[in-house]
């Protein structure tokens, strides 16, 4: 491969002009020589209140126009060495949940068959159970970073078992993750039932209540995060809900006393140098997003999570 993909440059073309993907990358077609590739999930029928997850997609994109290719507080220069190109989005069936969700599981076992690594853009959080399905049957169970207000652990929604709520009590069941490797960063918010976090709590999962991080630096918790996984392959799940409305009211469930940015960013500088094979950034609606600063940082926060991704090069 000659010259990685490179962002269109602000200097080069109007950054309010140009292609509407991440970040201005060229469009891939095809996965050869494919480092990292982004994609679309747009989907809001796994959600239980409020909609518009189905736009998610586009208005991240819109918003990471305006994002540099060099992080200029890390040093990474994520697009120096790895090629990274927007795949577009999956041709999900908006009229089928079950539907969609296979359709997720059998693009993500392509994408994963060449050594890609996917970064997805939700769409809701239903949209990860099939990404962890595909992960798994690549890597096997893998460890978790679940950054989210809510747990996602419910046995079923109106008699559903498959839906934004229910996702890694699913994944937990069906073996997908290592619940002694799965951590929970954000928790709050009220429950169904005294004990909606509990249960997971003793399957193994490692859970970190909003209350108990705020006014703390997140670095020390992701460094110890990162040494207790070690070298064994993870997937950061990332729920935009898990910062606080105050700075991402644009999402389908908002819970007060959330994490801030500065929070949101110091975990996931932390996780630099861990074997991440897959991320997803979901719950970004743009319909309540009315100053975009939702998907700003929804976008923010993505180049972030490329920027510490295996292979970075920093300067
Ligand atoms: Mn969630
Ligand atoms: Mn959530």
């Known amino acids: 491969m000659t010259t990685p993909n490179q962002p269109i440059s602000g200097n080069d073309l109007a950054r309010f002009s140009g ?24 989907m809001d029928i796994g959600t239980s209140w409020r909609s518009g997850t189905r736009f998610g997609p586009k208005q991240v994109r819109a918003e990471s126009a305006m994002i540099r290719p060099y992080n200029l507080q890390t040093g990474a220069a994520p697009f120096d060495s790895l ?18 969700l296979r359709i997720i599981r059998e693009s993500y076992a392509m994408v994963l068959s060449g050594d890609v690594i996917p970064m997805a853009i939700g769409g809701d959080h239903s949209l990860t159970l099939p990404i962890l399905r595909a992960v798994a049957e690549r890597h096997g169970p893998v460890a978790l970073v679940h950054v989210d207000a809510h747990a996602d652990v419910n046995d079923e929604m109106f008699g559903e078992r498959e839906t934004h709520g229910t996702v890694f009590r699913r994944a937990y069941e069906e073996g997908l993750i290592n619940p002694q490797k799965t951590y929970q960063i954000g928790l709050r918010g009220t429950g169904y039932a005294a004990t909606d976090f509990t249960e997971a709590a003793g399957w193994g999962f490692q859970q970190f209540l909003a209350p108990e991080l705020w006014h703390r630096s997140l670095s020390p918790l992701g460094a110890e995060i990162r040494r207790d996984i070690g070298e064994a392959p993870v997937y950061v799940s990332y729920d935009i809900d898990s910062l606080d409305p105050a700075y991402a009211p644009g999402t389908g469930t908002p819970e007060i006393g959330g994490l801030t940015t500065a929070q ?23 319909p309540y997003d009315t100053s975009g600063n939702t998907a700003l940082t929804g976008a923010n926060l993505l180049f ?5 991704l295996p292979g970075v090069t920093y300067r």
């Open 19 to 42: 292609p509407n993907t991440f970040m201005r990358l060229p469009q891939a077609g095809s996965l050869e020589d494919v480092d990292v590739a982004v994609l679309g999930i747009p």
């Open 83 to 100: 090629n990274v190109a927007d795949i577009g989005d999956l041709a999900i069936n908006t009229f089928s949940l079950a539907d969609s």
């Open 264 to 286: 949101a960013m110091e975990l996931i500088r932390a996780l630099r140098g861990l074997n991440i094979v897959g991320c997803d950034l979901v719950e970004v609606s743009p």
């Open 304 to 308: 972030e999570l490329l920027c510490v």
